[in-house]
Structures are given as structure tokens and as C-alpha cells.
């Protein structure tokens, strides 16, 4: 029912004065001595109460626009201690409540039972009733009570839970205002938008709760986690190290300490932590995953494949287990097929893996599928932008199809990140050498070769090119490089004959293509360049035998069809 406002104010006067106030104090005070007898006294104060704001109120609570409700009253009048306004609140609200109810309880029996006899497979009346009950005080104190920070706190919990993170968020917020100095609430507020990937919006709430509490250790490693997911792995590593530091038990921490140095290509230092999370749960699948891929990259592949088998036994859908066993197949045993079969498991659990998109495009290189290569490499690049390995994998695929420009810009923007990766200058040099930039491509493989004197594909790649320009003698002292290293390469054999074929030195060259033929008979190049250099010597019949040799295998080839014609001729005349 609506009534006037004269008669609302009037209740509402008669509710925070004096009278009331001393009742009550005197009832409360009373509740910790007898609470039996003193439930009855306040019961039987609340029926003249609720009788006197029955024409206030009806049971539905309708009321007009100006009217207040009473315990919203109590709340804002002056009572000397606000924690006693609030507990009263919570202690009488729900009387207030139950009172009129346990009134109306006969009459609800009633009513139950011609319910239940009308509507036989429905929930019952009594239990709507006491479902209402509990809602209108959860209700009633949000209500009067609109600061309670336990009561928001745990709402927004449970929205959080339920990941409904839009409704979440301005919840936390409306916390905060109320509890500015609060440093839990800001982490909470970081932590959901973490969950939605605002990393940059989570590190500013992180950053509010940790210069309230700076030893807040979850703040630190959420900061941590936000930095690792926008690809700032060196900052992360500082925020994992501390959290590390001050808690030695946490598990969570020491693995996204150990994710984040294999992200930074440190393997021997994630290996040590993962032994540690190790010591922490000797159960933990992933764990035994991240060792066994570094394991694998130290050549250890037996301990590394037990590793990820033991990761996989105790977690069948273990992404950074598929990921460890794919990387073994495409690495250690070069079986594409079952290595696809791996990464694609991932993939269909998470469809955003980077290392598995990466791992996926590089076997379909493998493959000579490069088309489908790139399309997975560039999903990883979508996430990722500055994902070095998939800019390197991309510049590969690019180099075998012969885009040799497009490669190169890949393969730089490895090297703006990192100027010492030997495989991105190595590749970019093979590009210069294809587009017959020979000085160019020397200077790549030059880089390279400061890095790692050693590294053979760069002293083959710069002994082509030397060659190609003329420095015959440069280019057999590359060559002899790369042979003190590897013996029985083919390549550099053949290509030290062709330098002694151009100075002249038959002989000489044909010792080198002897080699190369020993090590494999059916080498074309080499059975060519032999035809050739005794063709020069002037034995046409022998230079013969070997251009067919060479024909032999590869019925179409130009220079042994031109050679063989040549000495023919000569022999004919």
C-alpha cells in the first residue's frame, strides 16, 4: 500500500529517537548475557515497531519516492560509533525480517499445502518462502549497508569465479573508493584483468597495490606474469627472481621463473629451476616437461624423452609436454609426421600456443609445404610480432620460394632484436648470395663468422661467394676451413676443385672431385667438373666416360649433354 509523507517521517522519527536508541542499547547489551530471554524482549519490541511502520511499509517493502526505510535511518544517524551502527544493522535487520514471516506462519502452511495439492511438481511454497527470506536480507544489508566490504568482496569474488569480469571490475572499483588504502582490492581488480589479457591496465593496478604494500609478493609476480604475456621477458625475470627470494615454497612462482628463461633461450639456468619446482612437487607435469626440453636442446635425449614421458603420464593433455615430445620427433628423430601429430594436439587445446604454431610451421617446412608453413608462422606473428623463431622460420620459407627480399626483412627484424643470431645472418647472407649481391653476402657471413669461427654453413657460403667473384685462393682457404671442421663435405670438396679448375690446376681438382666421388659415386656436380677438367687435359675419351656417367643419372643434364658433344666432335675430326 502507499501512504502519505507526513506518515513515513513520522515513523521514521519515532525509529532513530531517543526511545529507540535506549531499547536497543539496553537489548543489545542484553543479548550477550541471555540471549534466549533477550531474543524475546526485541522480538516483542520489533512487533509494536513493525506495527507502527506497517503503514509505512507493507510487506513487499512498496513505499513512496521521499519515504526512507527505517534501518536505513539508524545507519545515517549520529549514534556515537559507527562499527556499532554497522553490527546493529546486521544483528536486527534480519528480525526485522523474520519477524512478520514467523507471524505468517500458520497461514503459510495453509496455503503450502493447497499449493502442493494445485502444483504437485513444483518447488513447495514453505521453500520459495525461505529462499525469498535469506535473499531479502542478503538484500536488505547491501542495501542499508552499501560500503560493507565483506559483503562486496565476496560478490565480486563470485563474479570472478563465474568469469563475468565486466560486472567484476566496477565492482572492485566501487570497493576501492571505499576503501582507498585497501591493497588487496587493487591486486584483485589487477588479477581480472590480467585473466582477460589487459596486461597493460593490470600492471597499473598492480602498481597502485604494491606502493601500499610493496611486499606484497602476489602483486610482484602478477606485475611478473603481465610483463611476460606483453613479451618483456628480461623485466619479468627481475619481478620473478624477488618473489622467488622472499618465498621459496611457492610452486607458481619458480615455474614462471623457469617458462621465462626458456623464453629467453636460457635453458641450463631453467633447467635449475625446474628441478626445484621439482623438489617443491615431484608430481608436477609441466615441470618434468620444461626439463625435458631443455634437456633435449643439451643433447640429452634420452633423459630429456624420459622427462616427457613422465610429464605426459601424469598429465595426458600436458601442452608443454605434446610441445616437448613434438620438438623431440622434429629434432632428434626428423619424423614430421609424428611431430605434427603433436603440436596439433596442442593446438587443439590451445589454438594461440606460439611455440606449438611455430613448431607446426617448421615441420611443414621440413616438409617443403612452405606455403602452409608461413600461414601457421603468421598466426604465431599475430600474437607475437617479435617472436624471433617464427621471424626466422618465415625468412626460411621465403628464401626456399625464392622471395628473397621478403626474407630479408624477416631475418632483420631478428637482428634489430638480437644482432648476434648466427642463423638470421647466415640466412641473409644466403638471400644476398641468390640475388648475386656477393660482397654483401660476405659481409653477413663475416658477422657471423666473428661470432662463431667455426660455423660451417657461413665458411661454405663465404667460399662460394669468393669464387664467384674471382678470389680463387680466398675461397680455398674458407673451403679448407670448413673441411677441418667436416671432412666429407660434399659441397666444399666440389667447390675447392671448382676454385683449382679456374687457376688451372686440373690435377689438383681432380683429387678433390675423386674425394667427393668416394664419399658418393653419384655426385652429380663432381662427375661433371671431372669431365671437364680432362676435357681441358685433352683426354676426351676419359672426359667422355664421365659426362655419361652423369647423363646416366640425369639424362637432361646441360653441362655433361654440352661436354660430351664437345669431345665428340673433336674425336670425330
Known amino acids: 500500500m502507499i501512504l502519505s509523507d507526513q506518515i513515513a517521517i513520522s515513523a521514521n522519527e519515532k525509529v532513530i529517537g531517543k526511545y529507540f536508541k535506549s531499547k536497543i542499547d539496553a537489548y543489545y547489551l542484553e543479548i550477550n548475557q541471555n540471549i534466549e530471554s533477550s531474543f524475546n524482549k526485541i522480538n516483542n519490541f520489533l512487533d509494536s515497531?513493525?506495527?507502527?511502520?506497517?503503514?509505512?511499509?507493507?510487506?513487499?517493502?512498496?513505499?513512496?519516492?521521499?519515504?526512507i526505510p527505517p534501518l536505513q535511518l539508524i545507519s545515517q544517524a549520529d549514534l556515537g560509533n559507527q562499527q556499532y551502527?554497522?553490527?546493529?544493522?546486521?544483528?536486527?535487520?534480519?528480525?526485522?525480517?523474520?519477524?512478520?514471516?514467523?507471524?505468517?506462519?500458520?497461514?503459510?502452511?495453509?496455503?503450502?499445502?493447497?499449493?502442493?495439492q494445485q502444483n504437485p511438481y513444483q518447488e513447495n511454497f514453505e521453500i520459495q518462502n525461505i529462499n525469498q527470506t535469506q535473499t531479502q536480507k542478503k538484500q536488505s544489508i547491501e542495501l542499508v549497508d552499501k560500503g560493507n566490504r565483506e559483503v562486496m568482496y565476496k560478490k565480486a569474488n563470485t563474479l570472478t569465479k563465474q568469469n563475468e569480469f565486466k560486472n567484476t571490475i566496477p565492482l572492485n572499483k566501487e570497493i576501492v573508493n571505499n576503501n582507498p588504502t585497501y591493497d588487496?582490492?587493487?591486486?584483485?581488480?589487477?588479477?581480472?584483468?590480467?585473466?582477460?589479457?589487459?596486461?597493460?591496465?593490470?600492471?597499473?593496478?598492480?602498481?597502485?597495490?604494491?606502493?601500499?604494500?610493496?611486499?606484497?609478493?602476489?602483486?610482484?609476480?602478477?606485475?611478473?606474469?603481465?610483463?611476460?604475456?606483453?613479451?618483456?621477458?628480461?623485466?619479468?625475470?627481475?619481478?620473478?627472481?624477488?618473489?622467488?627470494?622472499?618465498?621459496?615454497?611457492?610452486?607458481?612462482?619458480?615455474?614462471?621463473?623457469g617458462n621465462c628463461l626458456i623464453n629467453l633461450d636460457k635453458k641450463q639456468e631453467a633447467l635449475r629451476i625446474y628441478?626445484?619446482?621439482?623438489?617443491?612437487?615431484?608430481n608436477h607435469a609441466d615441470s618434468y616437461a620444461g626439463k625435458g626440453i631443455c634437456l633435449l636442446f643439451q643433447g640429452r635425449n634420452d633423459e630429456a624423452l624420459d622427462n616427457i614421458n613422465k610429464s605426459l603420464?601424469?598429465?595426458?593433455?600436458?601442452?608443454?609436454?605434446?610441445?616437448?615430445?613434438?620438438?623431440?620427433?622434429?629434432?632428434?628423430?626428423?619424423?614430421y609426421s609424428k611431430a605434427l601429430e603433436q603440436f596439433e594436439k596442442v593446438l587443439a587445446i590451445d589454438d594461440q600456443n606460439l611455440y606449438s604454431l611455430n613448431n607446426k610451421g617448421n615441420c611443414l617446412y621440413q616438409m617443403g609445404q612452405y606455403e602452409q608453413a608461413i600461414e601457421c608462422l603468421d598466426k604465431a606473428l599475430a600474437n607475437n610480432p617479435s617472436f624471433l623463431y617464427s621471424l626466422d622460420s618465415k625468412g626460411n620459407c621465403l628464401y626456399q620460394m625464392g622471395q628473397y627480399e621478403q626474407a630479408i626483412e624477416c631475418l632483420d627484424k631478428v637482428l634489430i632484436s638480437n644482432t648476434q643470431n648466427i642463423y638470421s645472418l647466415n640466412s641473409k647472407g644466403n638471400c644476398l648470395f641468390r640475388m648475386g649481391l656477393y660482397e654483401k653476402a660476405i659481409e653477413c657471413y663475416d658477422k657471423t663468422l666473428v661470432i662463431n669461427p667455426q660455423y660451417l654453413h657461413s665458411l661454405k657460403g663465404k667460399g662460394n661467394c669468393l669464387y664467384l667473384i674471382g678470389q680463387y685462393k680466398q675461397a680455398i682457404e674458407c673451403l679448407d676451413e670448413a673441411l677441418a671442421i667436416d671432412p666429407q663435405n660434399l659441397p666444399s670438396l666440389n667447390g675447392k676443385g671448382s676454385c683449382l679448375f679456374r687457376m688451372g690446376?686440373?690435377?689438383?681438382?681432380?683429387?678433390?672431385y675423386d674425394k667427393t666421388l668416394v664419399i658418393n659415386p653419384s655426385y652429380i656436380p663432381s662427375l661433371v667438373s671431372k669431365g671437364s677438367c680432362l676435357y681441358k687435359m685433352e683426354q676426351y675419351e676419359q672426359a667422355i666416360e664421365w659426362y655419361s656417367k652423369a647423363l646416366a643419372i640425369d639424362p637432361q643434364n646441360i653441362p655433361s649433354l654440352n661436354g660430351k658433344e664437345l669431345c665428340l666432335q673433336i674425336l670425330k675430326n
Open 313 to 335: 603420464n601424469l598429465k595426458q593433455n600436458s601442452c608443454l609436454g605434446l610441445n616437448g615430445l613434438g620438438l623431440y620427433y622434429l629434432e632428434k628423430r626428423k619424423d
Open 275 to 282: 628441478d626445484k619446482c621439482l623438489e617443491i612437487d615431484d
Open 49 to 67: 515497531l513493525i506495527d507502527d511502520t506497517q503503514m509505512f511499509t507493507n510487506l513487499t517493502f512498496q513505499q513512496t519516492d521521499n519515504a
Open 184 to 257: 588487496l582490492l587493487y591486486q584483485k581488480i589487477a588479477d581480472v584483468l590480467r585473466e582477460q589479457k589487459s596486461y597493460i591496465q593490470a600492471m597499473e593496478y598492480y602498481d597502485l597495490c604494491m606502493s601500499i604494500n610493496s611486499n606484497n609478493l602476489a602483486a610482484q609476480f602478477g606485475k611478473g606474469e603481465c610483463l611476460r604475456g606483453t613479451h618483456q621477458y628480461n623485466e619479468a625475470l627481475q619481478y620473478y627472481i624477488k618473489v622467488t627470494q622472499n618465498d621459496s615454497s611457492e610452486l607458481e612462482y619458480y615455474f614462471a621463473y
Open 505 to 512: 690446376l686440373y690435377e689438383k681438382a681432380i683429387e678433390c
Open 85 to 116: 551502527v554497522f553490527e546493529l544493522i546486521h544483528e536486527v535487520l534480519p528480525l526485522f525480517i523474520d519477524n512478520p514471516k514467523q507471524k505468517m506462519e500458520p497461514y503459510h502452511q495453509v496455503i503450502n499445502t493447497q499449493y502442493q
